[in-house]
């Protein structure tokens, strides 16, 4: 099974990621934990690239890299841990690059669709929690953790407020898109209330 997690900066969708995975491995399931960019052999590499505050790309360039990495991410880690039977939780993929690439940036959605489709040959999650929480609070809650990090992976977070808006309105757009596969999660309250939404549903429709 194939779960992924998105939402914009600060969701908290990376802790939500690790306690899903978590859930599962003391169930006796194998679980593969991974995150984009930076999941595949050459995603570390691409990672701090896309995510630097120095790295200054156009957005069509920041597609193509996201793609390259995801095409390595699917073909070398994603599918062989689904060919066996693993389930693979991911914090962000496709429709990361949908709200941030299409909706956020401008970019043609056409163009975002082919681009995906060959970076993936089409797979898609069978499971996607998106965690829904107010840019504002989001976004304070991203900028203050990076101000405590020794990270530089702070490039998005300087983004100006609207186009964070954008983006939270391409979620929702796909939420209403796809309705079967992403499955809205109010990201509101403790790390532990939201879990309780997000193992609700993981049960109910996986019956795990």
Not at 76 to 98: K, M, N, S
Request: charged residues 30%.
């Amino acid at each position: 099974m194939f779960v992924t997690f998105e939402g914009v900066e600060g969701c908290g969708k990376t802790t939500q990621a690790r306690m899903l995975a978590e859930l599962l491995r003391g169930r006796g399931v194998e679980v593969v934990e991974t995150r984009e960019p930076g999941g595949s052999p050459i995603g570390p590499a691409l990672r701090a690239l896309l995510l630097s505050d120095g790295s200054d790309l156009l957005p069509s360039t920041e597609l193509l890299l996201y793609a390259a990495e995801r095409s390595e991410h699917v073909a070398r880690v994603i599918r062989p841990a689904l060919e066996r039977g693993a389930w693979v939780v991911c914090d962000r993929y496709g429709d990361a690059t949908r709200a941030y690439q299409a909706f956020g940036r401008g970019l043609p959605r056409e163009a975002v669709e082919r681009v995906h489709a060959l970076a993936t040959g089409g797979l898609e999650p069978g499971l996607t929690l998106f965690l829904r929480l107010p840019v504002e609070k989001a976004l304070t809650r991203a900028r203050s953790r990076n101000s405590t990090s020794s990270s530089a992976e702070g490039r998005f977070e300087a983004e100006e407020e609207a186009f964070h808006r954008r983006v939270a309105e391409g979620y929702e757009a796909l939420a209403r898109e796809f309705p079967r596969r992403i499955r809205p999660v109010d990201g509101g309250g403790s790390r532990e209330a939201v879990f309780e939404r997000i193992r609700g549903i993981v049960e109910l429709l996986l019956h795990v």
